[in-house]
């Protein structure tokens, strides 16, 4: 079976899995009552008047799978919505916020993952040296640091201290010029924008505001790496390609990245769909902290509100994100380990 | 057995790892049964409440005193009471969440493998669903629907944890289901229950209930980050990822001393990592000593 007939399999298999992930989102709707289910379905301030009729229209005291039909009607049109804590459209308030957690993301993943790979490879490369002890020391802490206090202590010590890093997003200053008419935002990214606008004082000021969540995510993630990377690594260099290398009179640097480190690096493909997980767990406790306006935040703050349809909302992408992570970490395992696909 | 056992426990007193996480988490377990000695709670209140002075319940928190060792934070709680009983809320976390997970993990996941079938896929499927989600995600609507406090914190821990261990269990025991010995007995003509609870039940569920409980701290640290967020325990509960949410406020210090207030959220963080570190390093050092591949390298 070749690659693309692996990928449409996968694809298809992915449908029942969505499903299954509406219908959890729907059952825990089903938890709470008609009034704020009703949030659900409304898409602008003015219905809010009109909950009563909301709940007739929508049939909210119907049988649970007439519900569901309809339920899963309106997220299809793409309403998933009413948040009462921001007054918008829960689409709007995630759509506008999704740049933010985005390009956290992106600045977050390479360190991570790169560091990460570097530090398993020295770890297994000198096992049981002091090198290894020190970096299975940090990650064991890295593994055992609560997300809050290590970005709260970064934030005090950084910006309470040195005035170092500022929280949000922008400063002052930066906010306003964006809402000006000479800044037109193309991907929502300040750091891309900025260069795009020709200001790089806004690209400038957008990464001194994502070096402190960024190293608080890499602190937390690498651990995961650095563990899996290490174990792989020395199960790959007891193989019998790594000593035929050897025998064969080959430099102990040749060996090691050209031998071991690469088939070492094929479980941190899978390793990456957990690493989209921590992310977006990471993202909702960063993000409060370093008050960065992005989707974690504002899950956070609508748990707190009370805002369901908004919880929810956010719990729903998600999944979806989760979900599509998924495919893609098996996608791009099959395509490295011909045995996934053919077998 | 007893061999294997006291083969484990040579292992674990080899590793210095091993040895530092012991002695945290003994050390956890002597503040937790002392508590009512090292913090003794007011007669006819809830220990779990902390104390504060009736007269003074001013915003600013002080630094550590004579009669408050840890200083007080926001609202004039007394912070040396939080950590001391925050202990045992931390441990009555981690058993709270983790044993009725083993329990329904352990029912369902030995009637999924035992009888297959429809059952089997149902709750495969139904697993598949939950791990779609990343944990913390699902517990916070959960907690969001069902409203914020400790106690649906610990509820919808329990509801998203037990799937994974489900899964390994079932696991577990279809590997066990296929060795000589289940076949052995089979032989002699034992019935399907004695099977399961002599044979099947001990070989495969050894591993499983330890790397379980020492999934404490990963559970204790969810349970902080919701209390953090403002959905589990409640303003002046010892609890220690609620306490450092009320210290939110003062990581700036004041503009004469940055860390005017570093007692308010540093002491209870270095309870929370250092109670989470001593069940991650006694779950590391588990973790490569039950590995059967790994185990007599």
Redesign the interface.
Known sequence: MGLMSYVARRILLMI??LI??T???FA??Q??DPVSRAMLYIKSEKELQHIDDIISRYGLNDPVYLQYGRWIQQILTGNLGWSVSTRLPVLKALSTRFPATFELVIFSIPPTILLGIYLGVKSAVHKDKAIDHVT??VS??G???????LA??L??FC???YHLFPPSRLTEAAIQFIHTEQFISYTGLYTIDGLLNGQPWITLDAIQHLVLPVVTLTVVQIALIIRVMRSSMLETLHKGYIFTARAKGLANKQVINKHARRNALIPIITLSGMLA??M??GV??TE??FDFNGIGRF??T???R???SA??G??LL??VI??VANLIVDIAYAYVDPRIRLG | MLREVKFSISRIMKSP?SIVGIAIVVFFAAVAILAPVLAPPRPNKDPFIMPRPKWDWSFTPRPPSPSNPFGTIEGQYDLFYGCIWGTISAFRIGFMVIIPVLIIALILGSVAAYYGGIIDELMM?FT???F???????A?????????SLDNVMLALILVGWPGYARVIRGEILRVKQEDYVEAAKAVGCSDLRIIIRHILPNAIYSTVIMASLDI?AIV?SA??LS????GAPAGYADW?QI?AR??HW???NPAD??AF?HA??IP?LF??TF??GW??LG?AFRDILDPTLRRR
């Open positions: 029942p899995t299954g992930v219908l959890l989102i825990v709707t938890m709470i299975r020391t064991i802490i593994w055992s640091l609560p997300t809050f206090w709260i202590v934030l005090s910006y309470g201290r997980a921590g977006l767990t909702i406790i409060t902290v899950a956070a609508a748990a707190t009370l805002d369901t919880v929810l956010f719990s998600a999944g989760f979900v | 790892l499927r598949d669903i939950i779609a989600f990343p944990t913390l995600v699902l916070i609507a959960l907690v969001s629907v069902l409203g914020p701290g640290l902080a980050a953090f967020l403002g959905l990822g450092i210290a939110r990581i700036y210090g940055p860390f570093w959220f540093i963080g929370i990592f989470v570190l991650n390093l590391d």
